[in-house]
């Protein structure tokens, strides 16, 4: 992931502070973009890599409701909390829904501009991770169900004749699906395979 097309997206009711963080990131290597609201964030973000300075007290939908919404839709940017003194303990909250970290109203600039570089190096290990993913979903779709049934038992630990019993299929024809699913699924051994079934959650 190129820092040229990571995003710092911010996301504060308050336009002067808005624009005062802007200018203090406008010094990095990344580009940045603010929002008003987190529904103005929802209607335009395109799933681009990055991470969220959020505020966490906002009218309609605060940033409590919006990191629950963005763990619905898989949204995995690391999120920044930026909150005001009597907010604190909505920013633990916060944090125990994911935020990677929060800073409290007003804050060193060095400390954010910090925080920043580390929520970035963050988003390229969640990007990459979301990408295998979704490498390995399209791998997963050109199984036939038959394929699936050997994979499913196989990565349970079943022994090619037990599959054959539980599938009512000869033993060679287990090895050949079992051989299939090794190839489309670009599996090198049993132990691959079984890490590629954890990762897409089956």
Known sequence: MST????????????????????LL???????????SAQEFLDTYDQRPGCLLLDVRMPEINGLALQQIMQERDIRLPVIILTGHGDVPMAVNAMKNGALDFLEK????????????????????????????????????????????????VVAGNSNREIAETLGISP???????????????????????????RLGL
């Open 106 to 153: 007003p804050f060193d600039d060095d400390v954010l501009l910090k925080l920043v570089d580390k929520a970035m190096r963050e988003a390229e290990q969640r990007f990459d991770a979301q990408s295998q993913e979704l490498e390995l979903r399209e791998y997963y779709d050109t199984l036939s169900r038959r394929e699936r049934e050997v994979m499913e038992l």
């Open 172 to 198: 060679k024809t287990v090895e050949v699906h079992r051989s299939r699913v090794m190839s489309k699924m670009r599996a090198e051994n049993l132990a691959q395979l079984v890490q590629m079934n954890n």
């Open 4 to 23: 040229s097309n990571t995003t710092v997206f911010i996301i504060d009711d308050d336009a002067d502070f808005r624009e005062s963080v802007q200018w």
């Open 26 to 36: 406008e010094s990095t290597r990344y580009a940045i973009e603010s929002y008003a």
